[in-house]
């Protein structure tokens, strides 16, 4: 029983000791949504700049992979890198539309409105980081499951004829038409 008892009291210490963060508050489950909620319309402002200016650089990493992926004139790899690259391009026209409604929603004071946009580029954010995983994988790992493929033929002069099997002259066939299935023209 006393072991029972000293269990289940190091089982609530331990809980409690993991919501509390370093500075030994107590931490709340909100999710980043929730946090969102809870920036002041200057910290939005910021993220979102910091979030669009991010994507931007994604787009150039990406940028250079699909360049790299036509160096290599390998096909499957700039279709997936394409693909991504097309993907990061509208999310990141959305992340902009979308910071310039925050802008207006925060100045009109709308503060739901600006909730709504930031959420919208936050989103977006996370995809691009997602894409931006994706599109170097294609380039990394299709690499070693495709490879190159080089194919050399040589033909024996003496064996193979110089004529084509395939060219043979048919024989000419009359062509008979049936009569007219309605006696009118």
Do not use: W
Request: proline residues 4%.
């Amino acid at each position: 029983m006393a072991r029972v008892v000293f269990v289940l009291v190091l089982f609530v210490a331990a809980l409690a000791y993991a919501q509390t963060d370093k500075s030994g508050t107590a931490r709340s489950n909100m999710t980043e949504f929730e946090k969102a909620s809870g920036l002041s319309d200057s910290e939005k402002q910021e993220k979102a700049s910091q979030y669009t200016s991010e994507m931007k650089g994604v787009l150039t990493q990406v940028l250079a992979l699909l360049k790299e992926a036509r160096e290599d004139k390998d096909v499957i790899k700039v279709n997936c890198v394409n693909e991504k690259l097309t993907k990061i391009k509208g999310l990141i026209r959305i992340a902009e539309q979308a910071d310039i409604t925050l802008q207006e929603a925060i100045a009109k004071g709308e503060r739901d409105a600006a909730t709504h946009e930031f959420h919208k580029i936050s989103i977006s954010h996370q995809k691009v980081r997602i894409l931006k995983t994706e599109a170097e994988q294609c380039i990394g790992e299709l690499a070693f499951a495709v490879g190159k493929t080089s194919v050399e033929v040589e033909v024996d002069k003496e064996t193979v004829p110089d004529d084509d099997p395939t060219d043979v002259e048919l024989p000419d066939t009359p062509v008979f038409r049936p009569p007219a299935a309605s006696p009118y023209e």
